[in-house]
């Protein structure tokens, strides 16, 4: 797997925490990457996506605005916007 962050978009770090922003239009994805941290998922805005993980496993999702979800390590994934609508969310890794 080839080192791709978590998200599109650091927002902020500091010792404890990274905030990433990931935004797909329709049709859309991110490719496969890694998650080395807990973190939070805050959906900005509706949309419905799907996650596959490295062995081709699809978990399909239809998110809402506002959102939260918990997921730890391990979390491989890629995503996918399969929706008419744009993906927003906000991650918040917790890393210290």
Excluded: C
């Amino acid at each position: 797997m080839k080192d791709v962050p978590p998200a599109q978009k650091l927002l902020m770090k500091n010792r404890r925490v990274r905030v990433w922003e990931m935004v797909l239009q329709p049709g859309e994805a991110y490719p496969l990457h890694r998650h080395r941290y807990p973190y939070l998922s805050i959906m900005l805005e509706n949309a419905s996506v799907v996650m596959t993980d490295p062995q081709g496993r699809e978990e399909r999702l239809k998110v809402r605005k506002g959102d939260v979800v918990w997921r730890v390590p391990p979390d491989d994934h890629s995503v996918r916007n399969v929706g008419r609508t744009r993906f927003r969310n906000r991650l918040v890794e917790l890393v210290g």
